[in-house]
């Protein structure tokens, strides 16, 4: 009985390694590397995140507390994890532009 109970324990194989999904989780927001916005104007030149193109006060992607808001009122995209309004492959014909500075 000794010997059967061995060879079942020494014939199991390693499991096969986890899939990994095909999208890529967003990267974790990183706030130090982002504008102080109690000090910024929203829609304002400076109220631009540059790492994703669009304005740092309406960035869910770094300031993901912002997500309720947009889900709440029907701008969410669940396939991308980005507000509707802001999903360029669901919508590419949105163009987000950053406006340009103000003043001297």
Partial sequence: ???ILLAFACS?????PALQPAV???APATPTAHA????????SHEDWCVEHAVPESQ????NSS?????KATGDWCEEHALP????????PEIKIVRPP???P
Wanted: charged share 10%.
């Fill in 24 to 26: 890529p989780p967003p």
């Fill in 12 to 16: 199991t194989a390693p499991s096969p």
């Fill in 84 to 91: 509707e309004s802001q999903c360029l492959v669901c919508n």
């Fill in 59 to 62: 960035c869910s992607r770094c």
């Fill in 1 to 3: 009985m000794l010997l």
């Fill in 66 to 70: 912002l997500i309720p808001a947009f």
């Fill in 36 to 43: 102080d916005l109690t000090t910024i104007k929203p829609g």
């Fill in 101 to 103: 500075p103000t003043g």
